[in-house]
C-alpha cells in the first residue's frame, strides 16, 4: 500500500491520521493512504515557511532559476507516470492526465525564466534631485488551496509564482487528490529548494482551511474552488487584512451562429462541454443556438454526445472517465431531473451506469430557457444544454446573464460578430472558434463577476498577486 505522507517543514509525515485514496473508475482500487493533517501540523508548517521564507526573499535569480527548472525538467521527463496516477485518483482520460502532467511542467520552466526576469522602474521625482525606484518583493508565506479536477496543474500554477517570487508556500490540496499533491511535493523536495519553503498539508479544508486562513503569519491566501468556500475565505481573509485572490465557478457560455462551420462548432462542444467528464470551471455549460443553425446542432450535437464512450479513465478507448465520487454523482443526477422538472428535454445521456465506478453517460438538455435553474446554477459534469436565440444580439444577451463570467466563446465565420463578442462579452477569456476550457500556460487566466477575485493568475500577471510593490525615494 503506497503512502501520501504530508511535507511539514521538510519533514515527511503521515501524522496520526490517515484517509484511503480510492479509483473513482474502480473503487475497489484503493491507491493508497492519504495522511490527513491536523490543526498543530498545519500550525507548524506554517512556522517553518515563516522562517525559511526569510532567506529564501534573499536568493538570487539564478537559485530560483535552478529550482523552478529542476522541479519543470522531473515533471515533463516524467509525464506519462504522473499522468496515470492523475487520471487513476481524478478520473479524467489517460492523454488529458498526461496533458495535464506536462502542462504543470511548462509552468515551472515558464516561472523559471521569469525568475531572471523580475523587472522594477526607475523615475525622476518630480522633486530637483530625487530619484524614485519600484520594486516587486515577496509577500512572506502563501498558503495555497486547490480543487480536486486539476489536481497537479492548479498547485503547480499557484505554487511556481509563489517560489519564483522569494514567498515560501504552504499548500492544502484537494482532500479526493491527494497523490499528485504527493507526487509534486516529492519532486520539489528534491530540486534544491531549501527545506521548509514549500510544505504540503493535506487535511479536510474545513479544519484545517481556517487554521491556514487566520494564521498572522501567512500574509495571502491564493484559492481555487467553489463560490460557498471561496466566499468564507475571502471574509476571513478581508477581516485579518490578507491578501486574496479566488477562482471559482462558471456557467460558461458557447453561442453558436447561424455563419458557423458546424463541424468546428460541434467540435468545440462537445469538448469544451464534456471532456474531463464536464468537471472543469472553465466548461461550456450553456449552448447558445440562434434559430437559422439550431436543428442541424442539435441533431449533430446529439449524435456526437450519445457516441462518447464512457469507461475507465485509464482504458485507451475511454473519452468520459467517471465523476469524481459518489456525492458529486448524486448531485449531477439530481440537475438532470431538476432539468427535466424544468420542462427542458433530455436529448441524449443522464443515467447512471454500470460498473464499480461512478460513471454516468453524458446529458444534453435542449428546449432549455436561460432562467431555468440548470442554465444559471454550476452543475460541475458532464450536463449540458442548448438554448435557442433569435440572433447574435439575443444570444450575446443571454450570454451574459449569468452571476459567473469565467470563459465565453462563439462559433462564427464573421468578423464583425467575433469582434464585437471579444469585445461585449463579460468573461475574463473569450474563445473564438475554440471550446470554452482549454488554456495556454503562459498567459492570464482568471474571470469576472461571480467566478474570479483579486488578481489574475498566470503568466507574467502572476507577479500582481505574489508580490508587494515597495517605492524608495533617494536624494543623491
Ligand atoms: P471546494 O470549494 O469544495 O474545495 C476547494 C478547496 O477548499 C479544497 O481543498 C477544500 O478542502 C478546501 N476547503 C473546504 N472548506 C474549506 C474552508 N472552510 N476553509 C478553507 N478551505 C476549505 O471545491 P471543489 O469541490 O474541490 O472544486 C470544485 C469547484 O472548484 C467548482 O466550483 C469549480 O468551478 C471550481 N474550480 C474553479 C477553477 C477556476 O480557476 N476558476 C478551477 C477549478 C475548479
Known amino acids: 500500500m503506497t503512502n501520501f505522507p504530508n511535507l511539514i517543514g521538510g ?26 493533517a491536523t490543526a498543530d501540523e498545519m500550525d507548524q508548517a506554517i512556522n517553518a515557511a515563516h522562517e525559511a521564507q526569510k532567506d529564501w526573499a534573499k536568493s538570487t535569480p539564478q537559485q530560483r532559476f535552478d529550482v523552478l527548472d529542476a522541479i519543470g525538467t522531473e515533471i515533463l521527463a516524467r509525464k506519462e507516470e504522473l499522468g496515470d496516477l492523475l487520471s487513476r485518483e481524478e478520473g479524467k482520460s489517460l492523454p488529458e492526465g498526461i496533458g495535464e502532467a506536462a502542462r504543470a511542467g511548462q509552468i515551472f520552466k515558464f516561472f523559471a525564466g521569469e525568475a531572471l526576469r523580475l523587472a522594477g522602474e526607475r523615475l525622476d521625482s518630480v522633486r530637483p534631485g530625487v530619484e524614485v525606484d519600484m520594486r516587486r518583493e515577496p509577500l512572506g508565506v502563501v498558503g495555497l488551496i486547490t480543487p480536486w479536477n486539476f489536481p497537479i496543474a492548479i498547485p503547480a500554477w499557484k505554487t511556481a509564482p509563489a517560489i519564483c517570487y522569494g514567498n515560501a508556500v504552504v499548500l492544502k490540496a484537494a482532500e479526493a487528490v491527494p497523490g499528485s499533491a504527493w507526487a509534486l511535493a516529492d519532486i520539489i523536495s528534491r530540486s534544491g529548494l531549501p527545506k521548509g519553503v514549500f510544505s504540503l498539508v493535506n487535511g479536510r479544508g474545513s479544519e484545517i482551511g481556517p487554521v491556514m ?22 471574509q476571513a481573509c478581508a477581516v485579518n487584512f490578507k491578501k486574496v485572490q479566488l477562482e471559482m465557478g462558471g456557467k460558461n457560455p458557447m453561442v453558436v451562429l447561424d455563419d458557423a462551420d458546424l463541424e468546428v462548432a460541434v467540435g468545440a462542444c462537445v469538448n469544451g462541454a464534456f471532456f474531463s467528464t464536464g468537471q472543469r470551471c472553465t466548461a461550456s455549460s450553456r449552448m447558445i443556438v440562434t434559430e437559422g443553425i439550431y436543428d442541424d446542432f442539435v441533431a449533430a450535437m446529439t449524435k456526437a454526445v450519445s457516441a462518447l464512450k464512457v469507461g475507465d479513465a485509464r482504458d485507451a478507448s475511454t473519452q468520459i472517465g467517471p465523476v469524481i465520487d459518489e456525492r458529486q454523482l448524486e448531485k449531477d443526477l439530481e440537475y438532470v431531473e431538476i432539468a427535466k422538472a424544468e420542462g427542458a428535454t433530455l436529448a441524449c445521456g443522464g443515467e447512471r451506469l454500470d460498473g464499480n465506478g461512478y460513471f454516468m453517460s453524458p446529458a444534453l438538455f435542449t428546449d432549455t430557457r436561460n432562467d431555468m435553474r440548470i442554465n444559471q446554477e454550476e452543475v460541475f459534469g458532464p450536463v449540458a444544454t442548448i438554448i435557442k436565440a433569435k440572433d447574435y444580439d439575443e444570444a450575446l444577451a443571454l450570454a451574459n446573464d449569468t452571476e459567473f463570467g469565467l470563459s465565453a466563446g462563439i462559433c462564427t465565420t464573421s468578423l464583425k460578430y467575433a469582434t464585437h463578442f471579444k469585445a461585449n462579452v463579460k468573461a475574463g477569456m473569450v474563445m473564438v472558434n475554440l471550446p470554452t476550457a482549454g488554456v495556454d500556460y503562459h498567459v492570464p487566466f482568471g ?22 510593490v515597495k517605492t524608495s525615494y533617494t536624494q543623491a
Do not use: C, L
Open 213 to 234: 486562513i487566520d494564521h498572522p503569519k501567512v500574509a495571502a491566501i491564493s484559492f481555487t474552488g467553489s463560490v460557498q468556500t471561496g466566499r468564507s475565505v475571502a
Open 11 to 36: 519533514e515527511w509525515t503521515m501524522g496520526t491520521q490517515s484517509v484511503p485514496n480510492v479509483n473513482p473508475s474502480d473503487t475497489a482500487d484503493v491507491i493508497g493512504q492519504a495522511a490527513r
Open 447 to 468: 474571470g469576472t463577476k461571480g467566478s474570479s477575485y483579486g488578481s489574475r493568475e498566470q503568466g507574467r500577471y502572476a507577479a500582481e498577486f505574489y508580490t508587494t
